[in-house]
């Protein structure tokens, strides 16, 4: 895995998004899955990108708009969109 990419002036804002992805982590490679922080664009867009069985799985809208978005925006209520980059 490599850094995500981050604007210096967010760190605090990828610490954050981090830490809610953290939270989802174990449930998603509980079905051989998993997530990372990609990237957070200076308009405060969130690149994540999927792993394992996430990669093509039916449900992964499902997983994102009603548990990756909710996790992050509970964190971080100044982001504007999350993106998968490798739906």
């Known amino acids: 895995m490599t850094d ?3 604007p210096e002036k967010l760190t605090d804002l990828a ?4 830490g809610a992805l953290a939270q989802l982590r174990p449930y998603l490679e509980a079905d051989a899955g998993d997530i990372t922080l ?3 664009t200076d308009d405060f867009i969130v ?3 999927l792993h394992g069985s996430c990669v093509g799985c039916a449900l992964i809208d499902m997983t ?3 548990g990756v978005e909710s996790a992050i925006r509970s964190v971080a209520p100044e ?3 999350i993106e998968a ?3």
Do not use: C, L
């Not at 610490?15 to 981090?18: D, F, G």
């Open 4 to 6: 995500p990419i981050v």
């Open 79 to 81: 982001v504007k969109s």
């Open 38 to 40: 990609h990237e957070i």
């Open 64 to 66: 994102i708009k009603g």
């Open 15 to 18: 610490t954050r998004v981090q």
């Open 47 to 49: 690149k994540i990108e």
């Open 85 to 87: 980059i490798n739906r």
